[in-house]
């Protein structure tokens, strides 16, 4: 309260201060979406090694159809979040004016995804992804707080909505 800075200290023009904060923003939105992508390639690891080793009707999980299109289908969702982030971090580097659009984008995608990725490496380990013994559980815990940090899913949805129909370049 009652703050005075002077010009010479200011980073912006007046009234610029919300407009800082908000680019601020970006990187941390990469940070989470990074976060998840860790998280998920940990849990698809452990769906991996728990499919070698865990067996049932007389089979190693690994053996089943189903079970084998899960674990293609959890990589390539880890795969494309890593692409995403990798894409958005590119643009925030560059300057790029699109680059809020894109960390946006990046949050979402890779947040949502990598979610989804732990929750079916969970489902892989039956009643013990449910279990603090294994990192499933706590994996599941900590994707899903990351599509609320640094702005909801919602969020971001809006800005990228935001952006697409008031700005004249393309995102591509």
Do not use: W
Not at 10 to 36: H, P, Q, V, W, Y
Not at 82 to 102: F, H, I, N, S
């Amino acid at each position: 309260e009652n703050v005075h800075v002077p010009v010479a200290n200011r980073l912006g023009e007046e009234g610029e201060g919300f407009r800082f904060a908000m680019k601020g923003l970006d990187g941390g939105r990469i940070n989470i979406a990074t976060c998840s992508v860790g998280a998920a390639q940990g849990a698809y690891e452990a769906a991996r090694r728990y499919m070698g080793e865990r067996r049932q009707f007389g089979r190693a999980l690994a053996d089943f159809q189903a079970l084998q299109f899960k674990l293609a289908d959890l990589l390539a969702n880890i795969v494309a979040s890593r692409q995403m982030v990798r894409l958005a971090a590119c643009k925030l580097d560059e300057g790029d004016p699109q680059a809020t659009a894109y960390c946006a984008m990046a949050k979402r995608l890779a947040t949502d995804l990598c979610f989804q990725s732990c929750l079916d490496a969970q489902q892989i380990h039956g009643g013990y992804g449910y279990l603090k013994d294994y990192p499933l559980e706590r994996l599941v815990r900590d994707t899903r707080v990351h599509q609320i940090l640094e702005g909801t899913n919602e969020i971001m949805r809006l800005i990228v909505a935001r952006h697409i129909l008031t700005q004249e370049a393309d995102l591509r």
